[in-house]
């Protein structure tokens, strides 16, 4: 049992914006299951862009989005993935009613949370796959999920991509899921990325984190109800969106908390088309599962 409040440790957590993929850390934090491992967490609203630097310099300890950290470690920067929260994500290209083929979205705004995010990827992939030129279409960057969902209902684009719950809350708004594009190319998703020196001097800072992440999801698959519920209040939909929402929800979660090397492999392979990078660049440099419970 943890004593006084002097005696928790506290981490920062960067989150770019109000997300559904961001939910272990949501419940760890109000259901006590940090605390129960003796840390307090403040959670900052900060853009994806400079989460990698801000980690760097110690303003963060962590940050969530696996691609926006492998990237940052290829540049340079030492940061290394150490836990994954998902097998797939969602992600989904939502439109207007108008929008009834990919052409349909030429000389229209598109919205997505940033330059080089996933969801910016998949549409790079996307309008590959149906040989349209993407400088015909105008991307917005909004800073996060939420903005694009909100760029989409006030009527300043014609599609966004999005993930549950904003895809369901735009159906509910009169807008339609176009397609999933989340299965079109092998990009991480969420988890934690921590620094080097992080990992090495606060080695049990970080298993402390993790563990409570794990009982989150833990929390998550055994209290449907309430995981629902907390679903409908946090993003303002409906309990029967927040039921579909909770039902996408378990289905992306992996079982181990590991990133396959498969996934890392073809991460890369999708940076390669940036920049140049070592064709023997080895993605084990970039992840460490020692600190996952029961990893050896």
């Known amino acids: 049992m943890v004593g006084g409040a002097e005696s928790f440790q506290m981490i920062r957590v960067g989150l770019p914006s109000l997300a559904l993929t961001y939910m272990p850390f949501y419940v760890a934090q109000e259901k006590g299951l940090l605390r129960k491992t003796g840390l307090e967490a403040e959670y900052i609203q900060m853009n994806t862009g400079i989460q990698p630097q801000a980690l760097i310099n110690g303003n963060i300890n962590f940050f969530p989005s696996l691609s926006t950290g492998i990237s940052a470690a290829v540049a340079g920067l030492p940061l290394v993935v150490v836990l994954n929260f998902y097998n797939i994500t969602p992600w989904m290209l939502v439109t207007t009613k108008e929008i009834n083929k990919p052409q349909d979205l030429l000389g229209k705004k ?61 159906v509910t708004q009169g807008f339609k899921k176009f397609m999933l594009i989340g299965d079109l190319l092998d990009i991480p998703t969420s988890g934690l990325i921590a620094s080097r020196a992080e990992v090495t001097t606060s080695r049990d800072r970080v298993q402390k984190t993790i563990a409570a992440l794990f009982d989150a999801i833990a929390w998550i698959r055994a209290n449907r109800g309430d995981a629902a519920k907390m679903i409908a209040d946090k993003f303002k939909i409906t309990p029967a969106e927040a039921n579909g929402t909770y039902e996408t929800l378990l289905s992306m979660f992996n079982k181990d908390g590991r990133l396959p090397a498969k996934v890392a492999r073809g991460y890369l392979d999708l940076l390669r088309q940036e920049r140049p990078l070592p064709a023997d660049l080895d993605p084990q440099k970039f992840l460490d599962f020692s600190m996952l419970p029961g990893a050896k």
Do not use: C
């Open 110 to 170: 598109l919205a997505v949370s940033g330059i080089r995010t996933t969801g910016h990827q998949l549409m790079t992939a996307w309008f590959k796959k149906f040989e349209i030129n993407e400088k015909e279409v105008g991307f917005i960057m909004t800073g996060g999920t939420s903005g694009s969902f909100a760029a989409l209902a006030s009527g300043q684009v014609a599609a966004a991509v999005l993930t549950p719950p904003y895809d369901d809350k735009a």
